[in-house]
């Protein structure tokens, strides 16, 4: 026998539809009469809601932007004597970047060296004369009140000393600061000044820009709804014009704080950079692969249907199609969490049928067309 060809589910809604009109002008059967046999039946595909582990990727644009950003001054007045580094170079931690005229700090710490040996020396008298007169009162030659003014005369000179001492210090600190020394390693982005400028300390005069290119730090935001979603240690793999392939990397910082503006919060990801091919500023496609949720009820993501704004699937009760509301959770490429309103091993309609059905309508179930069985 030559196997007859079912009717399209188009086909048979419309024929529903007719014969639902047909039925409204009809007179009512009989109370506990039957439904009418000619009442159309729909071929449908069928899952069942499941336990399984289940995962999304979130995207999101992101900018690629240095971890540290340094604008280097100096920290004592003077011409700028010379610039050592230009736009582009790299540098080493303790490099120099450029100088101060230290001349008028050499001529300062000369002064201040000065200072310290005469009041040294002041220091030295003090203690001598001291020592001759307390020799010389116990043969009742000088008098106590002379004692006591050489004592204290002698206490003034070893502060003096001090303070000339502390002050030579001071002196030799501001000409070391005449010479101004990269912080960390990274790459000088700007050079603000040159040669015969006057650098003020207030306000700073900045001479050059400093960012750390070593790594840099992807940083994307994402919207509070998926705010759950992405930890600290997940995977994330980062998309960049002009470099082939994805950068893989992973979550180092999420953040604490919801932007109102954009109802968004940050993420951040370390981004290995030693070969300096990437720039900071650049733009960035991220993508987040938060860990699988690992005992999810899930169902095939085309059950899932929206009706008078709310989200449901439709199940078979009776030979029937039933709506049932659910809530979702992780929705990914194929697949939907059901939190509530489907239990494990409920069949659900998937496909056509589960896009075009009315609930109530019958349907029969029959084997997915693509079954190897």
Same mark, same amino acid.
């Given at each position: 026998?030559? +196997?007859?060809?079912?009717?399209?589910?188009?086909?048979?809604?419309?024929?529903?539809?007719?014969?639902?009109?047909?039925?409204?002008?009809?007179?009512?059967?009989?109370?506990?009469?039957?439904?009418?046999?000619?009442?159309?039946?729909?071929?449908?595909?069928?899952?069942?809601?499941?336990?399984?582990?289940?995962?999304?990727?979130?995207?999101?644009?992101?900018?690629?932007?240095?971890?540290?950003?340094?604008?280097?001054?100096?920290?004592?007045?003077?011409?700028?004597?010379?610039?050592?580094?230009?736009?582009?170079?790299?540098?080493?931690?303790?490099?120099?970047?450029?100088?101060?005229?230290?001349?008028?700090?050499?001529?300062?710490?000369?002064?201040?060296?000065?200072?310290?040996?005469?009041?040294?020396?002041?220091?030295?008298?003090?203690?001598?004369?001291?020592?001759?007169?307390?020799?010389? @009162?116990?043969?009742?030659?000088?008098?106590?009140?002379?004692? @006591?003014?050489? @004592?204290?005369?002698?206490?003034?000179?070893?502060?003096?000393?001090?303070?000339?001492?502390?002050?030579?210090?001071?002196?030799?600190?501001?000409?070391?600061?005449?010479?101004?020394?990269?912080?960390?390693?990274?790459?000088?982005?700007?050079?603000?000044?040159? @040669?015969? +400028?006057?650098?003020?300390?207030?306000?700073?005069?900045?001479?050059?820009?400093?960012?750390?290119?070593?790594?840099?730090?992807?940083?994307?935001?994402?919207?509070? +709804?998926?705010?759950?979603?992405?930890?600290?240690?997940?995977?994330?793999?980062?998309?960049?014009?002009?470099?082939?392939?994805?950068?893989?990397?992973?979550?180092?910082?999420?953040?604490?704080?919801?932007?109102?503006?954009?109802?968004?919060?940050?993420?951040?990801?370390?981004?290995?950079?030693?070969?300096?091919?990437?720039?900071?500023?650049?733009?960035?496609?991220?993508?987040?692969?938060?860990?699988?949720?690992?005992?999810?009820?899930?169902?095939?993501?085309?059950?899932?249907?929206?009706?008078?704004?709310?989200?449901?699937?439709?199940?078979?009760?009776?030979?029937?199609?039933?709506?049932?509301?659910?809530?979702?959770?992780?929705?990914?490429?194929?697949?939907?969490?059901?939190?509530?309103?489907?239990?494990?091993?409920?069949?659900?309609?998937?496909?056509?049928?589960?896009?075009?059905?009315?609930?109530?309508?019958?349907?029969?179930?029959?084997?997915?067309?693509?079954?190897? +069985?």
């Amino acid at each position: 026998m030559k +196997s007859q060809r079912r009717p399209h589910l188009g086909a048979l809604l419309a024929l529903s539809w007719i014969a639902a009109a047909a039925c409204s002008t009809a007179p009512e059967p009989p109370a506990g009469a039957k439904s009418d046999a000619s009442e159309p039946v729909v071929d449908v595909q069928i899952a069942t809601a499941r336990r399984a582990p289940i995962s999304r990727r979130i995207s999101a644009p992101g900018t690629l932007e240095a971890r540290r950003e340094s604008h280097i001054g100096t920290e004592v007045q003077g011409r700028i004597l010379r610039v050592r580094v230009d736009e582009g170079d790299r540098v080493e931690a303790g490099a120099p970047l450029f100088d101060i005229d230290p001349e008028p700090y050499q001529m300062a710490l000369r002064q201040a060296e000065a200072r310290r040996d005469l009041a040294g020396a002041e220091r030295v008298q003090g203690e001598a004369d001291l020592a001759r007169a307390r020799s010389l @009162e116990t043969r009742g030659v000088v008098a106590q009140q002379q004692i @006591e003014k050489l @004592e204290t005369a002698l206490t003034v000179a070893r502060a003096n000393e001090r303070q000339a001492t502390e002050a030579v210090a001071l002196a030799r600190f501001e000409l070391d600061r005449t010479s101004v020394r990269a912080p960390w390693a990274g790459s000088v982005v700007a050079r603000l000044a040159d @040669e015969g +400028s006057t650098a003020l300390v207030q306000p700073q005069t900045i001479v050059v820009v400093l960012q750390e290119s070593n790594e840099l730090e992807a940083r994307a935001p994402i919207p509070e +709804s998926q705010l759950a979603l992405v930890q600290i240690g997940d995977a994330a793999e980062l998309h960049v014009e002009g470099i082939s392939g994805p950068i893989r990397t992973n979550v180092t910082a999420v953040g604490d704080a919801i932007d109102p503006a954009t109802r968004t919060y940050t993420v951040k990801m370390r981004v290995p950079n030693a070969d300096h091919a990437l720039k900071a500023g650049v733009f960035a496609l991220v993508e987040i692969l938060p860990r699988a949720k690992p005992d999810a009820i899930v169902v095939p993501r085309d059950a899932i249907r929206s009706e008078d704004g709310r989200t449901r699937v439709l199940t078979v009760r009776d030979g029937r199609a039933t709506s049932v509301v659910v809530t979702l959770g992780i929705v990914s490429g194929d697949e939907a969490e059901i939190l509530e309103g489907v239990a494990p091993d409920t069949p659900v309609i998937v496909g056509e049928g589960a896009r075009e059905l009315a609930s109530g309508m019958r349907v029969r179930v029959v084997p997915d067309p693509g079954d190897a +069985s």
